[in-house]
């Protein structure tokens, strides 16, 4: 699972493309914050970030306006030296590293549902073209077959050949034509 909790500005071009066509990824998506979204991150010493504020500043107005932005606390937001600053300070704000969002749950799970459907109709779709038209496709060349051997076997509609002997004219012994229309 820690292939899809990659940042997403970390692909090359192509995997952001091929990271927003796997299946996987809405299901993570779908279920990763369903299961632990809205919950408190209380870091521990060693993730803790350490920093010395400006002078004349506390911790909590040198950082106010970028946990605004980005998330995080400072476990003493008074002091004006040492400060120790959290980067998420819910699971939510994990998440948004990630790209994940509890709002957008329904979403994925729609998606991954679209994709599951899509696959299926393909499938039946190419059963139908590979199983039933070439099925189709031999029939009708089977008949095709049969009806010109039947037409080979019978006489011509428009002309036969009449084996008659005319006694009646000095040309005896030849054959002649008869026409139909």
């Known amino acids: 699972m820690d292939r899809v909790l990659v940042p997403l500005g970390t692909f090359p071009g192509f995997w952001i493309f091929m990271y927003r066509l796997s299946p996987f990824t809405y299901i993570v998506g779908g279920m990763i914050p369903t299961g632990i979204s809205m919950a408190p991150i209380v870091c521990s010493v060693q993730e803790l970030i350490k920093f010395e504020p400006p002078t004349s500043q506390t911790c909590g107005e040198y950082m106010a306006p970028y946990i605004g932005m980005a998330g995080g606390y400072l476990t003493d937001p008074n002091s004006t030296f040492d400060c120790n600053f959290c980067s998420a300070s819910t699971t939510d704000d994990l998440l948004r590293q990630f790209g994940l969002h509890y709002g957008t749950r329904w979403r994925d799970f729609g998606l991954l549902w679209a994709y599951v459907i899509f696959n299926i109709v393909v499938a ?32 011509s509609k428009r002309m036969a050949i009449v084996n008659v002997m005319d006694n009646g004219s000095q040309m005896g012994g030849i054959y002649r034509y008869k026409h139909f229309n």
Do not use: A
């Not at 089977?142 to 051997?149: F, G, H, P, Y």
């Open 124 to 155: 039946v779709g190419l059963y139908w073209l590979v199983r039933v038209v070439s099925l189709l496709v031999l029939r009708m060349t089977l008949e095709l077959m049969i009806s010109r051997k039947r037409r080979k076997r019978r006489p």
